[in-house]
């Protein structure tokens, strides 16, 4: 796998965020893989790679010009707006240059619809602001040669130390109740199992989009119990949250762009990762 090295330059827009970061430490090795960091910290300011980047105040252009990537992989957090204008110059960057782009989208791109769950090539609708920004970004971002571009829509991603998770515990410590959404049908995925992925897109140069979620289909209420049966021994408050009353889907599902088999993964291994 070495050889890879010089095959790409890779640039991790957000690579000190929780997924940025597992993607960058999945990457570096086989890769020149560099990041952008936002709040300073010493490692990043030691680490030549990782270059400073404020999204609402720096202009992502100076980055591309420094690394001058073959591979963008966009894992922002920030401003809409201030994303939105980054990635206009990261597509005119992409155009010019004949880089790939690989978008980190949601299975929000699909929150508007509820009784069904979504396909690659359903197409998108949201009622939500965060929704909506990821469907204009992938729009823009579609514009460009097919070969440039790969979306990845991600359902909730979990892992051993992930935010979602560490929101769990911060909350049982403090004898507040946990929300759990009975009438949610979601699919979930593992921070590894996002990161092997991408590796195995960047290396087999595929394109498109893809829904990276677990191939089956779970209650977000279950699955959070199963989560909190294994980080706490003692009595959990419980806020059950009803949307609405019937069952509605949040759920990328992958049907035309499927990964080989060791790159699927079920909703009962990620809680059997989680528990390692």
């Known amino acids: 796998m070495k050889k890879d090295l010089n095959k790409h330059r890779v640039l991790i827009l957000g690579a000190s965020g929780y997924l940025g970061n ?6 570096g090795p086989y890769f020149r893989t560099y990041g ?3 709040t300073p910290k010493k490692e990043y300011e030691k680490n030549k790679q990782f270059f400073h980047y404020n999204v609402e105040q720096d202009d992502v252009y100076e980055i591309l010009e420094a690394c001058k990537p073959s591979i963008i992989i966009s894992a922002l957090r920030g401003d809409f707006n201030a994303q939105t204008i980054a990635h206009q110059h990261i597509a005119e960057f992409a155009l010019e240059f004949g880089t790939k782009v690989i978008f980190i989208s949601s299975a929000n791109a699909f929150d508007a619809y509820s009784k069904y769950p979504s396909y690659e090539l359903d197409k998108t609708l949201s009622h939500s602001i965060y929704g909506h920004f990821k469907i204009k970004i992938e729009n823009m971002l579609l514009r460009l040669p097919k070969k440039q571009v790969a979306i990845l829509r991600l359902p909730m991603v979990f892992g051993a130390n992930c935010p979602r998770i560490l929101e769990i515990k911060q909350l049982i410590s403090n004898k507040e109740s946990v929300e759990i959404f009975p009438n949610l049908i979601m699919n979930v995925t593992l921070d590894k199992k996002v990161t092997q992925q991408i590796h195995y897109i960047i290396n087999r140069n595929k394109y498109g989009i ?22 706490s021994e003692g009595k959990v408050q419980l806020k059950h949250v009803f949307t609405t009353n019937e069952d509605r889907y949040l759920a990328v599902l992958p049907k035309y762009n499927k990964l080989p088999k060791h790159l699927q993964i079920t909703s009962h291994k990620v809680l059997e990762e989680l528990q390692k």
């Open 36 to 38: 952008t960091y936002r």
């Open 22 to 27: 597992a993607i960058y430490k999945e990457l």
């Open 210 to 231: 893809f829904h990276l979620g677990s191939t089956d289909l779970v209650h977000h209420d279950e699955f959070i119990k199963h989560i909190i049966a294994f980080i």
